[in-house]
């Protein structure tokens, strides 16, 4: 159930942006930042600290349609980049499709919209000795590519510098509905806009 | 320019990393169904402490304070029930004898997870050995059960713990239940020792047990993914046709009054 009310979010979500109307302008851009992901949820080290924001670099590009009345519709795929592992064992990276819609107003715009983010994590297999109990033993390691998929939300607001370069802040809202399990990351970005292509 | 944006890429590509997870087994079984219940053996429990009631309780804190947070994956671990077991859940061995554990089959859990106290020695290497765990219920790739056994013999290390590290060590346990092996980091709750300060997973828990179940939002085919699912390739494909579908829509309907885009 909590499944099809993702579904239902997206549905309206896209209803209204098919009132707005017509398409006045368009913007490519490209945007690099950081990626804090899960903040406050993750243990850093032994004295029980949690995570606020580590070096997550991302890259990502958007195709924005102005629309009327100040709103426009902001579709956006990015990544960030691979990590290797501590011991080189595990790669992950993330990808996100997010369609955003936004507000602009003077020189500041604001951001909401809906997407998702897919968590790669592949690792080539093996085994890792590894101390247990009063002795070693030999872990298997993961061998094979795994992606899970998040439906996420997305709210921020952003600056804009100049008709070339702008910045904004973006949160991902995972699985919003769902107290247990919600966590958020925080993407923080520099932008370029080409303008129209 | 070209010789620094190159440098400064691979600066940033090293200075990334991400944590490693093990696995308990090379065939990454994993449990069948997203949700596994967590039942503990009743009146088994002598020096360690607490009453299986009170067992019960750490075991839904475990599960609510660390494995049932993780936002990527779709295992959610319950506290279950206090049930009466087979004697040999406090006396038997987890393993069989002379082998380098192959499940006591007289001990197989049938369903979710088991947890028992049990003062066999054999079971334990030392007093300072907490637990262990082995799913010992398999089919295929498929854990049917698991079966945690805390050492409850006169002496044990575990009496001597706050409820807090009673929590994590439990939680710990829970990991290996569903398919983790240990963490060579010790920010992570699958590292190989109790750490007092324990609160939160670590980054390479949460990748552990979403690498076993990934989540599948926002719409699921069944309850068992496996490695590579064409499933996952059909939500990045969903993503970015929904985006593309949208851009096409108002592009087909409203491409009309094309200005250059007001930016100061």
Known sequence: MKNSKYSIILFYYSFFFLILGKVYAYDVSLSVGNLCEYVGKIQTDDSGSTNLCGFDPLIAGTFEYQLKNQFSLAPEIGLTFPKSGRDSYINKMSLFAIANGKYNYSNYHFIAGVGLFFTRLSSSGGNEELRNGTGTASFPLANGVVYSRNFILNFGAGYDFNKDWSADVLAFLFNALHKEDRAVSVAFKGIYHFGEL | ?264
Request: with cysteine; charged share 15%.
């Open chain 2, 1 to 264: 320019m070209r010789p620094i944006i190159y440098l400064s890429l691979g600066f940033l590509l090293q200075l990334t990393r991400a944590q490693a997870f093990t696995l308990n087994n090379s065939a990454a079984i994993v449990f069948a169904h997203d949700e596994v219940s967590v039942n503990i053996a009743s009146n088994n429990c002598s020096n360690i402490g607490i009453d299986e009631t009170e067992l019960l309780s750490i075991v839904a804190d475990a599960v609510d304070s660390y494995w049932n947070k993780s936002p990527t994956s779709r295992l959610k671990l319950r506290a279950g029930i206090v049930s009466s077991q087979l004697a040999a859940f406090k006396t038997g061995l987890i393993c069989n004898a002379n082998t380098s554990c192959d499940p006591n089959p007289t001990l197989a859990v049938s369903s979710g997870v088991l947890i028992t106290c049990n003062n066999n020695s054999s079971n334990f290497s030392s007093n300072a050995v907490l637990a262990v765990t082995v799913p010992n219920n398999i089919s295929g790739n498929t854990i049917l059960g698991s079966l945690i056994m805390i050492n409850d013999q006169v002496g044990n290390v575990f009496i001597s713990k706050s409820r807090a590290e009673k929590v994590s060590i439990i939680a710990h346990e829970l990991g290996h239940t569903f398919g983790l092996g240990h963490s060579p980091v010790s920010d992570s709750l699958m590292y190989y020792s109790t750490v007092s300060m324990r609160k939160s997973l670590g980054a390479d828990d949460i990748d552990g047990i979403t690498y076993l179940y990934p989540k599948q939002q926002p719409v699921t085919c069944g309850t068992i993914t496996e490695k590579n699912n064409p499933n996952s390739w059909l939500g990045l494909l969903i993503g970015i046709g929904f985006i593309s579908l949208l851009a096409g829509l108002f592009d087909k309907i409203q491409l009309r009054y094309l200005k250059l885009r007001p930016r100061v």
